[in-house]
């Protein structure tokens, strides 16, 4: 019982985090135009994750619909 709480909380979380930081970087990507550069190696090579992060957020609004329509019983 409780596992189906916490499987629909976690849900929930993955839909919100990830709508906000696609929010985020469309605002900050495509609004303000700013160019955001990788931070692990950023500094060396210039390494745009624009597109990167857009479709790491986007894959977290996908898993959490996919979990939030896979409820358990």
Same mark, same amino acid.
Do not use: D, K, Y
């Given at each position: 019982m409780a596992a189906g709480v916490l499987h629909g909380l976690s849900?929930?979380?993955?839909?919100v985090i990830g $709508?906000?930081?696609?929010a985020s970087v469309v605002h900050a990507v495509w609004i303000e135009r700013r160019e955001i550069r990788c931070a692990c190696i950023g500094s060396e090579h210039n390494v745009p994750i624009d597109?990167?992060?857009?479709?790491?957020?986007?894959?977290?609004?996908?898993?959490? $619909?996919?979990?939030?329509?896979?409820?358990?019983?």
């Open positions: 849900a929930v979380l993955a839909l $709508a906000f930081g696609a597109t990167l992060s857009l479709a790491e957020n986007a894959m977290m609004i996908a898993m959490g $619909a996919w979990m939030g329509t896979n409820l358990p019983p």
